[in-house]
């Protein structure tokens, strides 16, 4: 009777114990997947490679790795260690993972591919500029005895240091083929020069006042050598960078565009399966939908056709300098209050409660005209030292209609929740941060708060359309740039005349898009990452397989991630090992 008691029991328990443990599966898969242990433990094995063979710099009162132009022992070292790592996940049993686990494969596989392509190209790169740094390797020969801490022979160090010395001055500047190095060839120099200099202050700091013997011999022949290489560094200064920041010679905005092959490859690493030009006549077919939206709001206005006039007027409304902030606490608000409203997404207490707000530097401004975010919002706003026409124009381009539809892009739900949501779910996977998912995420949320009145009156829908207009620019000035089409100046009147930026914001975009330190693609990405989460929320949310909030949430707890991949999560696509992009998310 005892053991058919437990019996029963155990029948009994039996759903809920597999509900438990269903449920903490689903727990688990949050935080990582069969592939999470394999992709930690490559991030560090990369990261020790990298400090290991960088030279510590003192920086205060303790030395720290320098990341510097690499040695080619440090290149090689590192494509080694990528190769290990596919033949072990080659040796997987990439079928029987979960989604999770395929997608982390899939995303790793991926990334080396990328690192191991860079790291083969700089080899290329470091063949093409050798006659230039044909001293590196006694400087390299140097630095790796440093590293186990070698007694060395000083007076041959020192007269090794002297040779060296003689080689680099005795270069003659004349025989520099000009033609054959071009900006970023000679960025390539300057940066493998740098290198050279930070490995021999490693050295130099390492031994000094430690060795009697070293600060001997060795202190006069170091500082010789880096003064020569100092000079030296000058023979390769881009001289074209130099220009007058005036307009007709394109406000001095140098860039490098980087021609449609590449553009391409780049598009494949990002999984987005178009090409420039699809991309730019998607862009001109979301352009034709807000100036059909500008029309309506502007004839709603009193202006008829005329929009321009309209969002003269819109501009106009500029808060008085000192009452900026208070106004961007106001419209974060207005947008969780609607958020809230409509149960769209779950924003967690404390993320609410610990964004920040700093004001932005005037020096900023040059190459931020608007206000940024992620931990913190970065306001931008006339600051006392500005000209009077800077100041003016910085409070219209930041008025209350342009700003209340990208508050929620800067805070919440965009890129204040992103970092706080990463930081919890499946941070390994930053690794695999992509803009699309970045600026994806937030511009989805512009494009999805209009679609659902967000926007009540005229000037907040002409205020929410500057900006999706701006997106949509992005897409056609970067890649026509990049295609070799477009000038900077064509750039910048492009905006001025097609979006109605102010003159000055209008040159800040254009140089923060060709001088920053983004990819070619980031300001594509705004837009198109955006569309790609319209398409996914119109395949599971429009047709009634998810709800809407239980979407954004489950979006959120996979970290920034090509979109495709949080695609394949959601529906539980079918992959493969040699999985590639396919997904033709635009369909109008």
């Known amino acids: ?52 063979y960088s030279p510590y710099i003192l920086e ?39 989604i999770y686990g395929k997608v982390d494969y899939l995303l790793l596989k991926k990334e080396i591919k990328k690192e191991t392509g860079e790291l083969e190209k700089a080899g290329i790169n470091e063949k093409a500029i050798l006659k230039y740094i044909s001293f590196a390797p006694g400087i390299y020969a140097l630095e790796k005895e440093r590293r186990r801490g070698k007694a060395m022979d000083w007076p041959v160090v020192a007269a090794k240091l002297n040779a060296i010395r003689e080689e680099v001055a005795s270069f003659n500047a004349a025989s520099i083929n000009k033609s054959a190095l071009n900006k970023e060839r000679l960025k390539n120099i300057r940066e493998a020069i740098f290198g050279l200099k930070m490995r021999l202050k490693g050295v130099y700091e390492f031994y000094k006042g430690y060795d009697p013997l070293f600060d001997w011999w060795i202190p006069k022949p170091y500082e010789s050598l880096v003064q020569v290489l100092d000079h030296y560094t000058t023979f390769f200064v881009d ?67 005329d929009w321009k006039k309209a969002q003269e007027k819109v501009k106009e409304s500029f808060v008085v300098p000192g009452k900026q902030a208070e106004l961007i606490v106001k419209l974060q608000d207005d947008a969780l209050d609607f958020i809230k409203k409509n149960q769209l997404i779950t924003i967690p ?23 940024t975010g992620g931990r913190e919002i970065s306001i931008s706003y006339p600051t006392a030292n500005m000209n009077e026409e800077d100041k003016l124009m910085s409070m219209r381009g930041n008025n209350p209609y342009f700003s209340r ?39 989805y949320w512009e494009l999805l708060l209009y679609d659902k009145g967000f926007a009540k009156s005229p000037e907040e829908r002409i205020g929410m359309l500057f900006w999706r207009m701006h997106r949509c620019a992005r897409i056609i000035f970067s890649l026509n740039y990049h295609l070799g089409k477009w000038t900077p100046e064509q750039c910048v009147d492009f905006l001025i005349n097609r979006v109605g930026h102010e003159p000055a914001n209008a040159e800040g975009e254009v140089r923060r898009s060709f001088e920053g330190d983004y990819g070619p693609l980031y300001q ?65």
């Open 239 to 305: 001289q074209g960078a130099a220009v007058p920041a005036q307009k007709g010679v394109n406000y001095g905005i140098k860039g490098s565009p980087i021609g449609e092959s590449a553009l391409i490859a780049q598009l494949n690493a990002e999984m987005i399966p178009y090409t420039p030009e699809e991309l730019i006549k998607i862009a001109e077919k979301e352009f034709a939908f807000c100036d059909q939206e500008l029309l309506k709001a502007s004839a709603e206005m009193g202006f008829g056709k």
């Open 349 to 371: 207490g404390l993320a609410e409660e610990t964004w920040g707000m700093v004001m932005m530097s005037a020096e900023r401004q040059l190459v931020n005209p608007f206000f």
């Open 405 to 443: 539809g990208t508050v929620q892009h800067e805070l919440l739900p965009g890129h204040h929740l992103q970092y706080y949501m990463n930081s919890r779910y499946k941070s390994y996977r930053e690794l695999f941060t992509t803009p699309f998912g970045i600026e994806g995420w937030t511009l």
């Open 60 to 98: 205060g009162t303790y030395p720290e790795v320098a990341r510097i132009y690499y040695s080619p022992e440090q290149r090689s070292r590192l494509l080694l260690i990528q190769n290990e790592y596919l033949k072990e996940m080659e040796q997987m049993d990439f079928d029987s993972f979960s």
């Open 524 to 588: 594509v990405a705004y837009m198109i990452g955006g569309m790609q989460l319209m398409a996914l929320k119109h395949e599971l949310v429009d047709s009634g397989k998810m709800g809407i909030l239980e979407f954004h949430d489950r979006i959120m707890k996979e970290n920034l991630i090509p979109i495709e991949m949080v695609r394949a999560t959601l529906i539980g696509q079918p992959l493969k090992r040699d999985f590639t992009s396919e997904w033709k998310f635009y369909g109008k």
């Open 1 to 52: 009777m005892n053991k058919l008691y437990k019996l029963l029991l155990m029948v009994c328990l039996l759903p809920s114990t597999i509900y438990s443990q269903e449920k903490a599966m689903s727990r688990l898969y949050e935080q990582t997947s069969e592939m999470g242990t394999t992709i930690i433990t490559y991030q560090k094995d990369v990261k020790a490679i990298q400090d290991f």
